[in-house]
């Protein structure tokens, strides 16, 4: 059994080690990773990133605080399965549906600049992408903590990962008061994998522990191999084990926009809108492989005395059997996400106040952000925001961004748990979400005339 708890957890870690898009990022002038939030928001100098290390952006939510994962004991930390953690701690902060997303985006090439006008601005990028995602729901936990037989339904996992290209293009008007923004992506599909059991039915009785799954798992990958094996029934099966994947390139293609816009409601006032990663990938019959898990597993081993169980058998998750089915082209949106901002300026623009709002359509739940972010730039290459990020109905996390761009280079940096409570592996607990963005490049060209007003802009 202590492998099945195994498989559970390291399906949740996998999301946190995973863990795109920074809110503390969405008000900093200075940097050039803002307008992957909004393609209307443009720095105010063109730029060429350093490849690699030009935009790495990590990102975690959900509706489960770390905490209720990890708990210390006896100098220790230790996962909510220990048995040095008694059943009624470990169940009180999980949820009915328990979800964890994660996204990484890594910008390989990237650089803009502005036209001749100084205020039209084009860029492209080429980012490697990915997310994941999982659900599980509290029946599950409340097994593996008190032994307890029942119905558990919609276990669920998805991952995706692709490259990108993208190009965007934005433009004034109304005299300049107002900024539209376009981004137009191509999409090449690495991986799409989902994972899915409705019906994972427990059973015990005196002497056996059974489960009846009703479950379907497809993945598209190219390069990935199942090696099959006749049944008692004679239909092919495969186990997670069975499993071989060696890329050999896309296994799908797909098309995607970024739309965004700017407008100044008064000098200083200014409201913003942007929809991001609207498109789909469509996912190659060829390289799609598709299963169905619909079977009875039993396991004898177990020792129950005076209701509890004292023995456990050993289960693991690779046990279970995938009948082979036919496989078929299929077509995934992505995971849209919605930003709504706005921002009053203050002192000539040495200073801002900011709050956004943030939605992000997860496949199992959307999960949404409010963000309060207060932005200093005391002077023209130094700029400093602190942010406050709500998260749902589940607490709040503050957020520190800094921007250098002395002229001969721009470095970004911008995390939310600088100020966390974390473990000495700096794993953040009592929150429920993490962000962390990174970003260098070297400035190019002449500063934009994008809102020339007050003191200063942004990077000379």
Same mark, same amino acid.
């Given at each position: 059994m202590k492998q099945l708890y195994t498989a559970i957890l390291a399906t949740l870690l996998y999301t946190i080690g995973a863990a795109a898009q920074n809110p503390t990022a969405y008000f900093m002038e200075g940097s050039t990773l803002r307008s992957q939030l909004n393609p209307a928001l443009a720095p105010q100098r063109g730029y060429v990133n350093i490849p690699g290390l030009g935009a790495i952006d990590i990102s975690i939510s959900g509706n489960i605080a770390l905490d209720r994962i990890f708990y210390p004991r006896d100098g220790k930390l230790v996962t909510l399965i220990d048995p040095a953690v008694s059943a009624s701690d470990a169940l009180s902060g999980i949820k009915e549906k328990n979800l964890l997303g994660s996204d990484i985006r890594m910008n390989i090439i990237g650089f803009g600049a502005y036209t001749k006008n100084g205020k039209n601005f084009w860029s492209f990028d080429l980012n490697l992408r990915g997310n994941a995602e999982i659900n599980v729901p509290y029946a599950l936990f409340d097994f593996i903590k008190n032994g307890e037989e029942g119905s558990v339904s919609n276990i669920g996992q998805q991952n995706n990962a692709y490259l990108e290209a993208a190009f965007s293009y934005s433009f004034p008007l109304l005299d300049d008061r107002l900024y539209i923004g376009v981004r137009g992506k191509f999409l090449a599909g690495i991986v799409h994998s989902n994972l899915k059991f409705d019906r994972f039915d427990i059973t015990m009785q005196e002497d056996r522990w059974a489960v009846d799954t009703d479950g379907t798992l497809d993945i598209s990958a190219a390069g990935l191999e199942a090696t099959t094996e006749l049944n008692d029934e004679g239909v092919p099966v495969y186990k997670f084990d069975?499993?071989?994947?060696?890329?050999?390139?896309?296994? +799908?293609? +797909?098309?995607?926009?970024?739309?965004?816009?700017?407008?100044?409601?008064?000098?200083?006032?200014?409201?913003?809108?942007?929809?991001?990663?609207?498109?789909?990938? +469509?996912?190659?019959?060829?390289?799609?492989?598709? +299963?169905?898990?619909?079977?009875?597993?039993e396991f004898t081993g177990v020792t129950i005395s005076g209701g509890e169980m004292e023995a456990q058998p050993d289960f693991n998750l690779d046990v279970l059997e995938f009948q082979k089915q036919e496989p078929q082209s299929h077509t995934k949106m992505l995971h849209a996400s919605i930003n709504a901002g706005l921002e009053y300026k203050l002192w000539q623009n040495r200073a801002s106040v900011g709050l956004l709002y943030s939605a992000r359509f997860w496949a199992f739940k959307t999960l949404h952000n409010i963000t309060g972010a207060v932005n200093f730039r005391p002077i023209d290459w130094f700029h400093l925001t602190g942010s406050y990020s709500v998260i749902g109905n589940r607490g709040g996390a503050f957020g520190l961004a800094l921007n250098l761009c002395p002229g001969w280079i721009n470095f970004f940096v911008a995390t939310d748990i600088l100020t966390a409570k974390h473990t000495p592996q700096w794993i953040p607990i009592r929150q429920s979400s993490m962000n962390v963005t990174l970003g260098l490049g070297v400035p190019i060209g002449k500063r934009g005339n994008r809102n020339c007003r007050g003191y200063l802009d942004c990077c000379r």
């Open positions: 069975d499993l071989n994947f060696t890329p050999k390139g896309p296994a +799908g293609y +797909g098309f995607a926009v970024d739309l965004g816009a700017t407008y100044d409601i008064l000098p200083d006032l200014q409201a913003s809108l942007a929809v991001n990663d609207l498109g789909f990938i +469509g996912w190659s019959r060829s390289s799609t492989l598709s +299963g169905r898990s619909a079977k009875n597993l």
